[in-house]
Protein backbone atom coordinates (compact mmCIF):
# COMPACT_ATOMS: atom_id res chain seq x y z
CA UNK A 1 0.00 0.00 0.00
CA UNK A 2 1.23 3.20 -0.66
CA UNK A 3 1.66 5.68 2.16
CA UNK A 4 0.84 9.90 2.03
CA UNK A 5 1.66 12.41 4.61
CA UNK A 6 -1.82 13.70 5.86
CA UNK A 7 -2.18 16.76 7.70
CA UNK A 8 -4.70 16.30 11.06
CA UNK A 9 -7.29 19.20 11.52
CA UNK A 10 -9.35 20.18 14.01
CA UNK A 11 -12.43 19.11 11.42
CA UNK A 12 -11.47 15.37 11.45
CA UNK A 13 -13.69 13.08 13.36
CA UNK A 14 -12.41 10.93 16.09
CA UNK A 15 -13.49 7.57 15.13
CA UNK A 16 -11.62 8.87 11.88
CA UNK A 17 -8.44 9.93 13.29
CA UNK A 18 -8.18 6.80 15.14
CA UNK A 19 -8.64 4.85 11.89
CA UNK A 20 -6.10 7.19 10.45
CA UNK A 21 -3.41 6.18 13.35
CA UNK A 22 -3.74 2.68 13.05
CA UNK A 23 -3.11 3.03 8.97
CA UNK A 24 -0.35 5.50 9.05
CA UNK A 25 1.28 3.49 12.03
CA UNK A 26 1.91 0.39 8.77
CA UNK A 27 3.69 3.12 6.42
CA UNK A 28 7.34 2.01 6.58
CA UNK A 29 8.80 5.56 6.84
CA UNK A 30 7.21 5.99 10.21
CA UNK A 31 9.36 2.74 11.44
CA UNK A 32 13.13 3.83 10.26
CA UNK A 33 15.00 3.84 13.11
CA UNK A 34 18.80 5.43 13.66
CA UNK A 35 22.38 3.68 14.32
CA UNK A 36 24.08 6.36 16.54
CA UNK A 37 26.86 4.63 17.37
CA UNK A 38 28.87 1.10 17.29
CA UNK A 39 26.97 -1.73 17.39
CA UNK A 40 23.32 0.47 16.84
CA UNK A 41 21.42 2.28 19.73
CA UNK A 42 21.40 0.05 22.81
CA UNK A 43 24.95 -0.74 22.03
CA UNK A 44 24.51 -4.67 20.95
CA UNK A 45 24.53 -5.96 17.37
CA UNK A 46 20.03 -5.76 17.23
CA UNK A 47 18.52 -4.37 14.03
CA UNK A 48 15.50 -4.07 15.09
CA UNK A 49 13.53 -2.24 12.42
CA UNK A 50 11.08 -4.81 10.70
CA UNK A 51 9.83 -5.22 7.03
CA UNK A 52 13.15 -6.61 6.13
CA UNK A 53 13.93 -8.96 3.07
CA UNK A 54 15.38 -12.56 3.56
CA UNK A 55 16.47 -13.17 0.57
CA UNK A 56 18.17 -10.95 -2.20
CA UNK A 57 16.02 -10.52 -5.61
CA UNK A 58 18.58 -12.34 -8.54
CA UNK A 59 19.74 -9.13 -9.85
CA UNK A 60 20.92 -8.30 -6.42
CA UNK A 61 19.71 -5.31 -3.84
CA UNK A 62 18.43 -1.84 -4.83
CA UNK A 63 21.55 1.11 -4.03
CA UNK A 64 19.96 4.00 -3.50
CA UNK A 65 23.51 6.04 -3.68
CA UNK A 66 27.42 5.69 -3.90
CA UNK A 67 29.99 8.58 -2.05
CA UNK A 68 33.52 8.63 -2.90
CA UNK A 69 35.52 8.96 0.50
CA UNK A 70 38.93 8.79 1.72
CA UNK A 71 40.89 5.38 3.57
CA UNK A 72 39.63 4.20 6.97
CA UNK A 73 38.40 1.19 9.42
CA UNK A 74 35.84 3.82 11.01
CA UNK A 75 31.99 2.55 10.63
CA UNK A 76 29.69 4.78 9.72
CA UNK A 77 26.90 6.27 12.69
CA UNK A 78 23.32 7.19 11.35
CA UNK A 79 21.45 9.92 13.35
CA UNK A 80 18.33 12.14 12.23
CA UNK A 81 18.40 11.49 8.43
CA UNK A 82 22.58 12.24 8.08
CA UNK A 83 24.98 10.05 8.11
CA UNK A 84 28.99 9.97 9.87
CA UNK A 85 31.82 8.96 8.96
CA UNK A 86 35.71 9.57 9.37
CA UNK A 87 38.22 8.82 6.90
CA UNK A 88 42.04 9.78 5.68
CA UNK A 89 43.41 11.48 2.73
CA UNK A 90 46.79 12.14 2.74
CA UNK A 91 47.84 13.15 5.97
CA UNK A 92 44.75 14.61 7.09
CA UNK A 93 41.82 12.92 8.97
CA UNK A 94 38.63 14.52 8.50
CA UNK A 95 34.67 13.98 9.79
CA UNK A 96 31.84 14.01 7.11
CA UNK A 97 28.50 14.45 7.13
CA UNK A 98 25.68 12.73 4.22
CA UNK A 99 22.42 13.14 3.60
CA UNK A 100 21.28 9.95 3.61
CA UNK A 101 18.57 10.43 1.12
CA UNK A 102 21.24 11.08 -1.34
CA UNK A 103 24.87 10.62 0.06
CA UNK A 104 25.81 14.38 -0.77
CA UNK A 105 28.29 15.57 1.72
CA UNK A 106 26.72 18.32 3.90
CA UNK A 107 29.74 19.62 6.24
CA UNK A 108 33.47 17.66 6.38
CA UNK A 109 35.75 18.68 9.77
CA UNK A 110 39.32 18.57 8.34
CA UNK A 111 43.10 17.94 10.66
CA UNK A 112 46.46 17.44 9.95
CA UNK A 113 47.20 14.15 11.36
CA UNK A 114 50.30 12.46 10.56
CA UNK A 115 50.28 9.11 11.51
CA UNK A 116 52.54 6.95 13.46
CA UNK A 117 51.03 3.84 13.72
CA UNK A 118 50.75 0.41 12.28
CA UNK A 119 47.60 -0.72 9.38
CA UNK A 120 47.59 3.52 8.82
CA UNK A 121 45.02 3.63 6.66
CA UNK A 122 43.00 5.69 8.59
CA UNK A 123 40.52 6.60 11.84
CA UNK A 124 38.98 3.07 13.48
CA UNK A 125 36.18 4.67 16.13
CA UNK A 126 32.65 5.07 15.20
CA UNK A 127 31.55 8.06 15.79
CA UNK A 128 28.89 8.83 18.83
CA UNK A 129 25.90 11.18 18.01
CA UNK A 130 23.95 12.29 21.04
CA UNK A 131 21.85 15.28 21.54
CA UNK A 132 22.97 17.11 18.65
CA UNK A 133 26.41 17.01 18.68
CA UNK A 134 28.76 14.29 17.07
CA UNK A 135 31.81 12.41 19.50
CA UNK A 136 34.75 10.97 16.78
CA UNK A 137 38.12 9.53 18.15
CA UNK A 138 41.17 9.40 16.07
CA UNK A 139 43.44 7.12 15.23
CA UNK A 140 46.34 9.06 17.17
CA UNK A 141 44.25 10.13 19.66
CA UNK A 142 42.30 13.16 19.03
CA UNK A 143 39.01 13.49 20.17
CA UNK A 144 36.58 16.03 19.49
CA UNK A 145 33.52 17.29 19.90
CA UNK A 146 30.90 18.60 16.95
CA UNK A 147 27.83 20.25 16.36
CA UNK A 148 25.90 17.56 14.35
CA UNK A 149 23.84 19.88 12.46
CA UNK A 150 27.06 22.05 11.18
CA UNK A 151 30.63 20.41 12.19
CA UNK A 152 31.35 23.61 14.23
CA UNK A 153 33.76 22.06 16.79
CA UNK A 154 32.63 22.41 20.38
CA UNK A 155 35.61 20.96 22.41
CA UNK A 156 38.56 18.67 21.39
CA UNK A 157 40.85 16.62 23.66
CA UNK A 158 44.20 15.47 22.25
CA UNK A 159 44.53 12.33 24.32
CA UNK A 160 48.16 11.93 23.74
CA UNK A 161 49.47 15.18 24.88
CA UNK A 162 46.70 15.68 27.63
CA UNK A 163 47.51 12.49 29.47
CA UNK A 164 51.35 11.99 28.76
CA UNK A 165 51.13 8.59 26.43
CA UNK A 166 51.73 7.22 23.37
CA UNK A 167 49.89 6.00 20.55
CA UNK A 168 48.96 2.32 20.69
CA UNK A 169 50.88 0.30 17.95
CA UNK A 170 47.52 0.00 16.07
CA UNK A 171 46.36 3.23 16.79
CA UNK A 172 42.87 4.76 19.13
CA UNK A 173 39.85 2.07 18.13
CA UNK A 174 38.13 1.74 21.52
CA UNK A 175 34.57 3.21 20.18
CA UNK A 176 33.62 5.97 22.92
CA UNK A 177 30.29 5.50 25.07
CA UNK A 178 28.16 7.79 25.79
CA UNK A 179 26.61 7.66 29.34
CA UNK A 180 24.11 10.40 31.10
CA UNK A 181 26.23 13.43 30.67
CA UNK A 182 29.84 11.23 30.36
CA UNK A 183 31.53 10.46 27.50
CA UNK A 184 33.55 7.44 28.58
CA UNK A 185 36.62 6.71 26.30
CA UNK A 186 39.69 4.14 26.43
CA UNK A 187 42.81 6.36 26.77
CA UNK A 188 46.28 4.40 28.46
CA UNK A 189 48.43 5.29 30.64
CA UNK A 190 48.85 4.87 34.57
CA UNK A 191 45.67 5.89 36.35
CA UNK A 192 43.96 6.77 33.00
CA UNK A 193 43.44 3.67 30.96
CA UNK A 194 39.62 4.64 31.14
CA UNK A 195 38.76 8.28 31.52
CA UNK A 196 35.22 10.27 31.82
CA UNK A 197 34.79 13.53 30.10
CA UNK A 198 31.95 15.31 30.16
CA UNK A 199 30.60 15.27 27.48
CA UNK A 200 29.15 18.81 26.55
CA UNK A 201 32.86 20.63 27.47
CA UNK A 202 35.36 18.05 27.80
CA UNK A 203 35.87 18.37 31.05
CA UNK A 204 37.50 15.69 32.76
CA UNK A 205 35.58 14.16 35.45
CA UNK A 206 37.28 10.80 36.44
CA UNK A 207 39.88 8.62 35.52
CA UNK A 208 40.93 4.88 36.85
CA UNK A 209 42.88 1.83 36.01
CA UNK A 210 46.34 1.31 35.28
CA UNK A 211 48.06 -0.75 32.29
CA UNK A 212 51.07 -1.48 30.33
CA UNK A 213 48.95 -0.75 26.61
CA UNK A 214 45.27 0.05 26.96
CA UNK A 215 43.87 -2.11 24.16
CA UNK A 216 41.56 -1.63 21.91
CA UNK A 217 38.40 -2.80 23.15
CA UNK A 218 34.82 -0.54 23.43
CA UNK A 219 33.76 0.07 27.17
CA UNK A 220 30.71 -1.14 27.55
CA UNK A 221 27.59 -0.79 30.22
CA UNK A 222 25.69 -4.06 31.60
CA UNK A 223 23.71 -3.89 34.30
CA UNK A 224 24.25 -7.12 37.21
CA UNK A 225 24.60 -7.20 40.50
CA UNK A 226 21.54 -4.33 41.08
CA UNK A 227 24.07 -1.80 39.86
CA UNK A 228 25.04 -0.29 36.47
CA UNK A 229 28.75 -1.96 35.65
CA UNK A 230 31.34 0.22 33.26
CA UNK A 231 33.33 -3.08 31.99
CA UNK A 232 36.66 -2.17 30.36
CA UNK A 233 39.25 -4.57 28.94
CA UNK A 234 42.60 -4.21 28.85
CA UNK A 235 45.20 -6.49 28.06
CA UNK A 236 46.09 -7.55 31.38
CA UNK A 237 42.85 -7.75 33.34
CA UNK A 238 38.66 -7.65 33.21
CA UNK A 239 37.46 -4.66 35.01
CA UNK A 240 34.19 -3.27 36.36
CA UNK A 241 33.63 0.11 37.24
CA UNK A 242 30.83 2.44 38.94
CA UNK A 243 30.46 4.58 35.52
CA UNK A 244 29.57 7.34 38.25
CA UNK A 245 32.68 7.93 39.90
CA UNK A 246 35.63 5.38 38.26
CA UNK A 247 35.45 3.16 41.07
CA UNK A 248 36.62 -0.07 40.52
CA UNK A 249 33.95 -3.06 41.30
CA UNK A 250 35.72 -5.44 40.60
CA UNK A 251 38.84 -7.20 38.56
CA UNK A 252 40.00 -10.60 36.62
CA UNK A 253 43.59 -11.09 35.53
CA UNK A 254 43.10 -12.10 31.93
CA UNK A 255 46.47 -11.29 30.33
CA UNK A 256 46.57 -10.72 25.96
CA UNK A 257 49.24 -11.46 24.36
CA UNK A 258 50.77 -8.58 21.81
CA UNK A 259 48.26 -6.63 23.84
CA UNK A 260 45.65 -8.14 21.29
CA UNK A 261 42.30 -7.26 23.28
CA UNK A 262 39.87 -5.98 20.72
CA UNK A 263 36.20 -8.06 20.60
CA UNK A 264 33.70 -6.47 22.30
CA UNK A 265 33.03 -7.95 25.58
CA UNK A 266 29.41 -9.32 25.73
CA UNK A 267 26.70 -10.11 28.42
CA UNK A 268 24.13 -12.81 28.43
CA UNK A 269 21.70 -12.97 31.30
CA UNK A 270 24.52 -13.04 34.32
CA UNK A 271 27.20 -14.45 31.88
CA UNK A 272 29.97 -11.96 30.77
CA UNK A 273 32.20 -13.06 28.00
CA UNK A 274 35.25 -11.96 26.41
CA UNK A 275 37.53 -13.55 23.60
CA UNK A 276 41.24 -12.70 22.51
CA UNK A 277 42.90 -13.89 19.60
CA UNK A 278 45.48 -15.37 20.98
CA UNK A 279 44.57 -15.91 24.90
CA UNK A 280 40.84 -17.54 23.53
CA UNK A 281 37.64 -16.96 25.44
CA UNK A 282 37.03 -15.75 29.30
CA UNK A 283 33.07 -16.70 30.41
CA UNK A 284 32.49 -14.78 33.69
CA UNK A 285 29.62 -15.69 36.24
CA UNK A 286 27.91 -12.25 37.90
CA UNK A 287 26.41 -11.96 41.02
CA UNK A 288 22.62 -11.65 40.93
CA UNK A 289 22.93 -8.91 44.09
CA UNK A 290 25.91 -7.02 44.42
CA UNK A 291 28.35 -6.15 41.89
CA UNK A 292 31.09 -8.54 41.86
CA UNK A 293 31.76 -11.94 39.14
CA UNK A 294 33.65 -15.27 39.50
CA UNK A 295 34.88 -16.95 36.61
CA UNK A 296 32.61 -19.95 35.19
CA UNK A 297 35.22 -21.33 32.68
CA UNK A 298 38.07 -19.85 30.38
CA UNK A 299 40.07 -21.33 27.25
CA UNK A 300 43.21 -23.31 27.87
CA UNK A 301 44.71 -22.95 24.65
CA UNK A 302 47.26 -19.36 23.70
CA UNK A 303 47.38 -20.64 20.25
CA UNK A 304 45.99 -19.22 17.57
CA UNK A 305 46.03 -22.28 15.58
CA UNK A 306 45.18 -24.97 17.78
CA UNK A 307 41.96 -23.21 19.30
CA UNK A 308 39.75 -24.14 22.11
CA UNK A 309 36.14 -22.30 22.59
CA UNK A 310 36.79 -19.23 20.41
CA UNK A 311 39.54 -17.00 19.69
CA UNK A 312 38.14 -13.94 17.90
CA UNK A 313 40.63 -11.03 16.68
CA UNK A 314 37.92 -8.68 16.22
CA UNK A 315 34.65 -9.82 15.24
CA UNK A 316 32.07 -9.33 18.15
CA UNK A 317 30.46 -12.67 19.03
CA UNK A 318 26.69 -12.42 19.58
CA UNK A 319 25.25 -14.58 22.57
CA UNK A 320 21.45 -15.76 22.58
CA UNK A 321 19.39 -18.73 23.67
CA UNK A 322 22.30 -20.18 26.03
CA UNK A 323 24.83 -20.21 23.22
CA UNK A 324 27.80 -18.48 21.58
CA UNK A 325 27.95 -17.31 17.77
CA UNK A 326 31.58 -15.61 16.53
CA UNK A 327 34.54 -15.72 14.68
CA UNK A 328 37.77 -17.40 15.45
CA UNK A 329 41.08 -16.81 14.43
CA UNK A 330 41.14 -18.41 11.07
CA UNK A 331 37.62 -17.27 9.76
CA UNK A 332 36.03 -20.23 11.82
CA UNK A 333 32.28 -19.26 12.28
CA UNK A 334 31.41 -21.24 15.67
CA UNK A 335 29.15 -21.73 18.07
CA UNK A 336 29.40 -22.82 21.33
CA UNK A 337 27.63 -23.99 24.55
CA UNK A 338 27.69 -20.28 26.97
CA UNK A 339 27.77 -22.58 30.06
CA UNK A 340 30.53 -24.75 29.55
CA UNK A 341 32.52 -23.56 26.34
CA UNK A 342 31.45 -26.48 24.45
CA UNK A 343 32.20 -26.53 20.38
CA UNK A 344 28.55 -27.65 18.68
CA UNK A 345 29.55 -26.64 15.08
CA UNK A 346 32.17 -24.54 13.22
CA UNK A 347 32.13 -23.61 9.21
CA UNK A 348 33.89 -21.26 6.94
CA UNK A 349 31.51 -20.92 4.63
CA UNK A 350 31.15 -17.45 5.96
CA UNK A 351 34.21 -15.46 6.03
CA UNK A 352 36.66 -18.15 3.68
CA UNK A 353 34.37 -20.34 1.53
CA UNK A 354 36.41 -23.41 2.67
CA UNK A 355 40.40 -23.05 4.24
CA UNK A 356 41.49 -21.50 7.55
CA UNK A 357 42.86 -17.74 6.80
CA UNK A 358 44.37 -15.78 8.90
CA UNK A 359 42.20 -12.95 10.98
CA UNK A 360 39.04 -13.59 8.13
CA UNK A 361 36.80 -11.87 9.41
CA UNK A 362 32.63 -11.01 9.34
CA UNK A 363 30.49 -9.59 11.64
CA UNK A 364 27.39 -10.64 12.76
CA UNK A 365 24.03 -8.54 13.65
CA UNK A 366 20.19 -9.73 14.46
CA UNK A 367 17.30 -9.04 12.39
CA UNK A 368 14.28 -11.14 13.49
CA UNK A 369 15.21 -14.37 13.25
CA UNK A 370 18.10 -14.03 10.95
CA UNK A 371 21.88 -12.94 11.00
CA UNK A 372 23.29 -10.29 8.85
CA UNK A 373 26.45 -10.97 7.93
CA UNK A 374 28.94 -8.17 6.44
CA UNK A 375 32.31 -10.11 5.61
CA UNK A 376 35.66 -9.18 4.83
CA UNK A 377 34.74 -9.93 0.87
CA UNK A 378 32.35 -7.33 0.51
CA UNK A 379 29.62 -9.87 0.26
CA UNK A 380 26.50 -9.33 2.92
CA UNK A 381 25.27 -12.91 3.68
CA UNK A 382 21.80 -13.28 5.41
CA UNK A 383 21.64 -16.77 7.50
CA UNK A 384 20.11 -18.86 10.57
CA UNK A 385 22.65 -19.18 13.25
CA UNK A 386 21.30 -22.19 16.06
CA UNK A 387 22.89 -24.93 17.87
CA UNK A 388 21.68 -27.46 15.04
CA UNK A 389 24.40 -25.31 12.81
CA UNK A 390 24.50 -22.41 9.54
CA UNK A 391 21.99 -21.97 7.39
CA UNK A 392 22.75 -19.38 4.22
CA UNK A 393 19.79 -18.20 3.03
CA UNK A 394 21.37 -15.49 0.41
CA UNK A 395 24.28 -13.80 -0.46
CA UNK A 396 25.46 -10.81 -2.55
CA UNK A 397 28.03 -8.89 -3.24
CA UNK A 398 28.44 -4.68 -1.84
CA UNK A 399 31.65 -3.59 -2.26
CA UNK A 400 35.10 -4.19 -3.41
CA UNK A 401 37.66 -5.70 -1.09
CA UNK A 402 40.35 -2.65 -1.95
CA UNK A 403 42.36 -2.59 2.03
CA UNK A 404 45.92 -4.39 1.77
CA UNK A 405 47.08 -3.41 4.93
CA UNK A 406 47.24 -7.21 6.31
CA UNK A 407 48.43 -8.28 3.01
CA UNK A 408 45.37 -9.53 1.13
CA UNK A 409 42.76 -7.24 0.05
CA UNK A 410 39.75 -6.96 2.86
CA UNK A 411 36.96 -4.48 3.89
CA UNK A 412 37.15 -4.98 7.80
CA UNK A 413 34.47 -2.08 8.40
CA UNK A 414 31.86 -2.69 10.67
CA UNK A 415 28.45 -1.42 8.65
CA UNK A 416 25.57 0.58 10.31
CA UNK A 417 21.78 -0.84 9.57
CA UNK A 418 19.44 1.55 9.33
CA UNK A 419 15.90 3.55 7.83
CA UNK A 420 15.85 -0.20 6.23
CA UNK A 421 19.23 -0.15 4.83
CA UNK A 422 22.74 -0.74 5.58
CA UNK A 423 25.62 2.10 5.15
CA UNK A 424 28.78 0.15 4.67
CA UNK A 425 32.61 1.55 3.61
CA UNK A 426 35.46 0.75 1.98
CA UNK A 427 38.73 2.43 1.03
CA UNK A 428 37.06 4.02 -1.48
CA UNK A 429 33.58 4.90 -0.79
CA UNK A 430 30.70 4.81 1.38
CA UNK A 431 27.35 3.10 -0.03
CA UNK A 432 23.41 2.75 1.07
CA UNK A 433 21.73 0.18 -0.23
CA UNK A 434 18.11 -1.15 0.63
CA UNK A 435 17.47 -3.66 2.43
CA UNK A 436 13.43 -3.14 2.40
CA UNK A 437 11.10 -6.23 1.50
CA UNK A 438 8.19 -4.08 -0.25
CA UNK A 439 10.90 -2.46 -2.29
CA UNK A 440 12.67 -4.93 -3.78
CA UNK A 441 12.17 -9.10 -2.91
CA UNK A 442 9.23 -10.91 -4.40
CA UNK A 443 6.25 -11.49 -1.57
CA UNK A 444 7.37 -15.30 -0.50
CA UNK A 445 10.88 -13.75 0.07
CA UNK A 446 9.29 -11.16 2.77
CA UNK A 447 9.69 -10.82 6.17
CA UNK A 448 6.99 -12.84 7.58
CA UNK A 449 4.97 -11.64 10.70
CA UNK A 450 6.06 -13.16 13.59
CA UNK A 451 9.97 -13.85 11.90
Not at 287 to 306: H, M, Y
Not at 376 to 383: N, Q, T, V, W, Y
Not at 414 to 431: G, K, L, Q, S, V
Request: proline share 7%; aromatic share 10%; net charge positive.
Amino acid sequence: MMCVRYRMTWKTSCPAALLLVVWLGSCPWLHAADWPQWLGPERDAVWRETGILRRFPTNGPSFRWRTPIGTGYAGPAVAKGRVYVTDRVGATERVLCLNKADGKILWEHADECPYTISYAAGPRATPVVDEGKVYTLGAQGDLRCLAAGSGQVLWSRALTKDFGIQTPVWGFAGHPLIEGNKLICLVGGAGSVVVAFDKNTGKELWRALSAREPGYVPPMIYEAGRRRQLIVWHPESLNSLDPETGRVFWTQPFESRVGLCVSTPRQLGDLLFVTAFYNGPLMMRLDATQPTAQVLWRGKSISEQKTDGLHSIMSTPFLEDGHIYGVCSYGQLRCLKAETGERLWETFAATTEGKPVRWANAFLIKNGDVFFLPNEKGDLIIARLSPRGYEELSRAHLLEPVNHDCGRNVVWSHPAFANRCIYARNDREIICVSLAAEEQAPAKDREQPGS
